[in-house]
């Protein structure tokens, strides 16, 4: 049986290479695409980070994929910690030095992961970035003074609203028949910090989305039972 | 630019090392964003700016609290001071 199933997988994996050999052209238009979006993406989208002109704008339904990968993960790993009880009180103490660090670092990390996140469209960094900072801003403290908690209810409020949003702008831009995601509020000046549209937005959303999954995943690992 | 590159790589070899041979966990644990660090200074030098800051905040932030958090839930939260 487990032979078969083998066999099985292999054949299968063979035809999705063979497949993707088939249809996909190495050379030729993909090669290109590159010095193309860069020489239009600023026009058409409006945004100064060609990154984020294609994670956000050309390749917006990838992004809406890759986000409920992480909460199909987040809700798995939830879902097998299920049972829920304080820390226990045998957790060791952080120590001075990660005390006094996490309170001192606290706010700096929630205004870097906030900027980030605004000015994904400006420069590097963007929703899923800034997202990650903010969520480890919010564990450090955790993990600085066990038996602290966080709320899982506004975590997961926060993160389905987020998400809800990303895919009701997704939906606005459909009334006017244009197709889905497609950058809405028209693009304003390039590289000011109200420019690209709707990508702002969406990248706030991605980033609370983010941040909220991340941090309700740590806090749902901490408030677990020690394995013996 | 080649012996900056040159020096980042020595220091993440170097620190992946340190990760397999210190005996304190939580050193260990330290080297180990540390190889993560060194390696978004070279995505900045590629030009890779985006990759480097998720390296940064995926690699050397994200994962060692992870790592942290189980360190802690494994009972093996202590450093070579206190051991002795």
């Known amino acids: ?28 238009a993909s090669v290109n ?11 058409q989208v409006g945004s100064a980070n060609l990154v984020t002109s294609v994670v956000l704008a050309y390749r917006g339904l990838d992004t809406l994929v890759e986000l409920s990968i992480l909460f199909t993960a987040a809700t798995a790993a939830g879902m097998l910690l299920h049972r829920r009880k304080p820390a226990t009180k045998t957790d060791p103490d952080g120590g001075f030095v990660l005390r006094a660090g996490s309170d001192l670092f606290f706010p700096l990390l929630v205004v870097v992961g906030i900027y980030i996140i605004l ?20 564990f450090v403290p955790l993990l600085a003074r066990p038996g602290q908690q966080l709320d899982q209810r506004w975590i997961s409020l926060l993160e389905g609203l987020a998400g809800a949003a990303f895919i009701l702008i997704g939906l606005l831009a459909m009334i006017d028949g244009a197709a889905f995601l497609t ?3 028209g693009k304003g000046e390039l590289g ?12 706030t959303a991605v980033g609370l989305k983010v941040g909220a999954e991340l941090a309700g995943l740590l806090a749902h690992l901490s408030a677990q039972d020690a394995l013996d | 630019m080649a012996w900056f590159a040159l ?18 966990f939580l050193s260990a644990l330290a080297a180990f964003s540390v190889v993560s660090l060194a390696l978004s200074v070279l995505f900045v030098l590629l030009r890779a700016p985006d990759v480097a800051m998720t390296e940064a905040a995926i690699g050397a932030g994200l994962s060692s609290l992870l790592f942290a958090l189980a360190l802690r839930k494994l009972g093996l939260w202590r450093s070579a001071k206190d051991a002795a």
């Open chain 1, 1 to 28: 049986m487990r032979r078969f199933t083998a066999a099985l997988f292999l054949i299968g994996l063979a035809v999705l290479i063979a497949g993707i050999y088939q249809q996909m052209s190495f050379y030729g």
């Open chain 1, 33 to 43: 695409l590159g010095q193309a979006i860069n020489s239009m993406a600023p026009n």
């Open chain 1, 119 to 138: 000015h994904g469209h400006l420069t590097p960094g963007g929703g899923f970035q800034g997202g990650v900072i903010l969520a480890c801003a919010f």
């Open chain 1, 183 to 185: 950058p809405l509020l």
């Open chain 1, 192 to 203: 000011s910090l109200f420019s690209a549209g709707s990508l702002p937005v969406l990248y």
């Open chain 2, 7 to 24: 020096i980042i790589v020595i220091v993440m070899l170097a620190s992946a090392l340190a990760v397999l041979l210190l005996k304190d």
